[in-house]
């Protein structure tokens, strides 16, 4: 079942920066990984929308993966809820944000 993965914690642009160039998901594609979002607000806090495969796709890719690279640079792994999806719809636009 494909699911939207909502996470949410404590981190700068500049941590976030680091977790993506260690863990390298942009270039070393995870496996059941459909789409990546990224924000931040005004108090220093990191909210990101991913859409997976399945939960278990999603599950490897965070235990395997993302808590190694937090843990090795120091970042404290944000909150996660996850809900199965719907619907969903990418326009053409998203083109241009593509990698």
């Known amino acids: ?44 806090n990191i909210h990101v929308a991913d859409v997976w495969g399945s939960e278990r796709t999603m599950n490897d890719f965070v235990e395997n993966r993302l808590i190694p690279a937090l843990a090795n640079l120091n970042i404290d792994p944000p909150t996660v809820s996850t809900y199965p999806i719907h619907k969903i719809d990418a326009y053409s636009s998203i083109e241009k944000y593509k990698i």
């Open 1 to 44: 079942m494909t699911i939207l993965a909502i996470f949410k914690g404590r981190m700068t642009k500049e941590q976030y920066d680091s977790l993506r160039q260690t863990v390298n998901w942009e270039h070393n594609q995870p496996e059941g990984g459909t789409f990546h979002a990224a924000s931040f607000d005004s108090e220093g």
